[in-house]
């Protein structure tokens, strides 16, 4: 039998987006990174659907749009230098089926820029009205070094004020790996 590969943060998210997202829906990156989440998202929306991926980085912006050309999905996706906290301004309220969030700095980027509590608390906000009935919303928190630990704490801090009769809330940390883990989070909406 062959050796299980380790389970990620990123495993837990990738399917439960994959499970909920289908042809035609509307998706948000809402930190666009290097472009992994929303390339995923385009594969998933068919032609019929469409992903709008924002990040306050240059960097970010040009590598999610160069992997989109590459893989031949810049069609089904736009790319946008903007905050995430801003996302509001292009969607009305009970459209979108998902919206991925991966907080905290570029990947192979520089460390002293990342995600801020205020923006990302916002832009959760304003996401979860944006989400239509039985939308899905991601979030991983990655945190570590000497960055992360304010916002990871003050969106912890947050989640359990989420109204229950409207969403579901899943919180899902690795309890056992060292090194501050990315902490994976799950919320449905179910109404």
């Not at 912006?61 to 946008?80: F, I």
């Not at 700095?105 to 239509?132: F, Q």
Request: charged share 30%.
């Amino acid at each position: 039998m062959p050796k299980r590969k380790s389970f990620s943060a990123l495993d837990i998210i990738k399917r439960a987006i994959s499970e909920n997202v289908r042809e035609g829906d509307i998706c948000i990156d809402a930190t666009a990174g290097r472009g992994n989440d929303t390339l995923f998202m385009a594969s998933l929306v068919g032609d019929s659907g469409h992903v709008t991926a924002f990040d306050i980085q240059s960097e970010a912006v040009e590598s999610t749009r160069a992997l989109l050309e590459k893989e031949g999905l810049s069609h089904r996706a736009d790319v946008r230098l903007q905050s995430h906290a801003e996302m509001d301004t292009l969607f009305e309220e009970g459209t979108v089926s998902c919206i991925t969030f991966n907080f905290g700095w570029l990947p192979k980027g520089d460390h002293s820029i990342s995600t801020k509590k205020e923006s990302s608390l916002e832009a959760i906000e304003k996401g979860l009205r944006l989400l239509k009935k039985d939308g899905i919303m991601t979030l991983i928190i990655y945190y570590g070094r000497d960055t992360g630990f304010e916002e990871k704490d003050a969106i912890l801090e947050y989640l359990p004020t989420i109204d229950s009769g409207k969403y579901t809330v899943l919180e899902m940390p690795f309890v056992n790996r060292p090194n501050c883990p990315p902490i994976p989070i799950i919320i449905f909406r179910d109404e």
